[in-house]
């Protein structure tokens, strides 16, 4: 058994949101977000019909929930303030002091026990008046919103808070409304999700000027979630096909974000297909001048694809996978419950990326964690889910995490989704991430999993023992 030394100053944290933990209670009929909205429309496709409406109640019992946090010795938390619950009237940018004293009293609780606050103004929360009214991230005017309410936060809790993040992966919603039409209010428009990709990009510049010019003490940047992208072969057709992914998926966040400007292959795309995003030079001026100071990276699974086999429908709008197809490798290890493949080595992989094509600034994973079903199965004797498989997942990561740091990665941390178990998209409860149980046929109690013991001590110790090391 081989040990890794963790370095005293890497953080290792969870991460949770707020429209995934929080419930209703308290919100407004006014208040509604996009989730909300979507939950609401559309509440059949969440499993077993679980959603935002109690999620898992911390709006009521964040006080327990943050001496567990204490308990477990996490240091940092990673979540999200609710734009549309923050705001009672968002053309006016009113605060609701209700909402607002809320935040303050989480905010002041968490320091209390030793837990730094890292906070996102968006995690998919979107005020549903502004999604119907003017289209959501579509409509530059509710960029300026965004903007106006990132200045009422900022002025309420910068004084506390020192870690800011604009979003949390600002490409998904978006993708999955307008490019793939797989969720509410389901109208596949490539060119809408571009012009949502730029706004929200543009929004991430503006709220960093924002709090550069005000001079707040601290950090401000993004949580991305880059899929970190194989070819099916070294054959150039492939390559290629990889390398296109890579721009639309990757690329149209991390090049504006961290180097102030998209890069030419994918504009010429967008100009191709006739899907380029509508824009000024003033804002391709304020993306350039005003990049982000840290970024947050939510990894999960590698994305492998080849070049495109099969013909192309010219009947049926643009997508990108006109120049490419997901490919399966053959053998590959698999969480059966999520249906997605188990490669640990893309923490490796993404940090030499961020290291020699990003000009290594500094970064830490926001999200990484394993989803598996009926977890209820594991529990032992005395009730605990003995996750095994999960802490075996945390550190295969963390391993690879930690030898990309030896090679120079400027990586400082680790946020674990999740520290409970909470509300995903469509999948609910169905899913569990946690470090705490959430108990749903009991009054949604919580209880430590086996990880959570398992990752207490490693906070403490500052030590990661590795079983198998096929690090070369």
């Known amino acids: 058994m081989k040990t890794m030394k963790i370095p005293e100053d890497f953080i290792i944290g969870a991460a949770s949101s707020a429209w995934q933990t929080e419930g209703w209670d308290g919100k407004k009929d006014t208040q509604d977000s996009y989730i909300d909205l979507w939950f609401k429309n559309n509440r059949h496709v969440w499993h077993n019909g679980y959603g935002p409406a109690f999620a898992t109640d911390f709006y009521n019992r964040y006080k327990e929930d943050i001496h567990l946090m204490k308990d477990i010795g996490l240091t940092h938390f990673r979540t999200s303030i609710n734009w549309s619950r923050f705001i009672i009237d968002y053309e006016n940018v009113t605060v609701d002091e209700e909402y607002a004293s809320y935040i303050d009293n989480v905010i002041n609780e968490l320091i209390k026990n030793g837990v730094e606050p890292m906070i996102c103004l968006e995690h998919y929360e979107i005020p549903a008046k502004l999604f119907e009214e003017y289209g959501g991230w579509g409509s530059k005017h509710v960029v300026n919103l965004f903007v106006k309410y990132a200045e009422k936060v900022f002025e309420r809790y910068g004084d506390r808070v020192k870690h800011w993040f ?8 978006q993708t999955r409304v307008y490019l793939d039409a797989i969720r509410y209010p389901f109208e596949q428009n490539t060119k809408k999700w571009m012009q949502w990709n730029f706004n929200k990009a543009l929004a991430t510049a503006k709220v960093v000027q924002l709090f550069n010019n005000k001079d707040y003490k601290g950090k401000i940047g993004v949580i991305l979630n880059p899929e970190v992208t194989y070819a099916r072969s070294s054959a150039q057709h492939d390559m290629d096909a990889a390398k296109i992914y890579d721009l639309f ?5 991390l090049d504006p974000s961290i180097k102030g400007e998209y890069p030419r292959e994918l504009l010429d795309l967008l100009i191709k297909h006739n899907i380029m995003f509508e824009y000024t030079e003033e804002e391709l001026l304020t993306i350039k001048e005003n990049t982000v100071d840290v970024v947050g990276l939510n990894l999960y699974f590698p994305h492998r694809v080849k070049a495109r086999s099969a013909s192309w429908n010219e009947n ?8 490419y197809e997901m490919f399966e490798l053959p053998g590959r290890r698999m969480n059966p419950h999520r ?5 640990p080595r893309i923490m490796f992989d993404m940090a030499m990326r961020m290291m020699n094509e990003y000009g290594n600034i500094e970064w830490f994973i926001a999200e990484n964690g394993m989803g598996v079903e009926n977890e209820y199965r594991f529990k032992n004797e005395e009730g605990t889910i003995q996750d095994d498989y999960r802490i075996e997942f945390i ?18 941390g680790f946020m674990l989704w999740a520290f409970t178990d909470n509300v995903s998209p469509m999948n609910a409860f169905k899913n569990r991430y946690g470090l705490v149980e959430i108990n749903l046929e009991d009054g949604r109690n919580r209880k430590l ?3 959570a013991h398992w ?14 090391d096929e690090i070369k």
């Open 449 to 451: 999993k086996k990880s």
């Open 166 to 173: 604009t979003f949390n992966e600002p490409i998904v919603v």
């Open 316 to 323: 049926i709008p643009f997508h990108p996978s006109y120049y």
């Open 455 to 468: 990752y207490s001590n490693l906070i403490e110790s500052k030590e990661l023992q590795v079983i198998k």
């Open 339 to 343: 249906g997605w493949e188990i490669y």
């Open 395 to 412: 550190g295969e990561h963390l391993k690879w995490l930690l030898k990309a740091v030896q090679n120079g990665a400027n990586c400082k």
């Open 249 to 253: 998926f990757n690329r149209v966040f």
